[in-house]
């Protein structure tokens, strides 16, 4: 089991740069896949980047690639979002998750594969 926090959301302008970090509790961490998502109000969340456990693969949502970077320091506990070039339509909130091991890693674009849920932290981007 693992619970994890977000931090480091807030208010930014276009252009510029945020980076989350989620922390997570437990000595095993390191053996989740994380992954970020966000949820804009009245839209579903949707899917932004994951990481396996050890780092080796990522995933990135289309809207986000080349902006946005997923990283971890398993020695930490800590999972980071650096997001560049913000845009407006990045406002949402943002939750990190963990997944199983034996979640497929393409499977890791889908939300019900997470087993474990932060709180969220509000990212807003100003025009």
């Known amino acids: 089991q693992v619970a994890l926090v977000e931090s480091g959301g807030g208010l930014v302008q276009a252009g510029g740069s945020l980076r989350l970090s989620c922390a997570g509790s437990?000595?095993?961490?390191?053996?989740?896949?994380m992954g970020w998502f966000r949820q804009a109000p009245g839209k579903d969340r949707e899917f932004v980047a994951a990481?396996?456990?050890?780092?080796?693969?990522?995933l990135y949502a289309d809207p986000v690639k080349g902006r946005f970077t997923i990283s971890r320091d398993n020695a930490k506990n800590t999972v980071y979002l650096q997001m560049n070039s913000l845009k407006p339509e990045d406002t949402a909130v943002y939750y990190c998750?963990?997944?199983?091991?034996?979640?497929?890693?393409?499977?890791?674009?889908?939300?019900?594969?997470?087993?474990?849920w932060g709180q969220g932290t509000q990212v807003t981007v100003s025009s």
């Open positions: 998750a963990a997944a199983s091991p034996t979640v497929w890693p393409s499977e890791l674009t889908l939300p019900g594969k997470y087993g474990y």
């Open positions: 437990g000595r095993t961490f390191s053996n989740y896949a």
């Open positions: 990481q396996n456990r050890n780092g080796g693969n990522t």
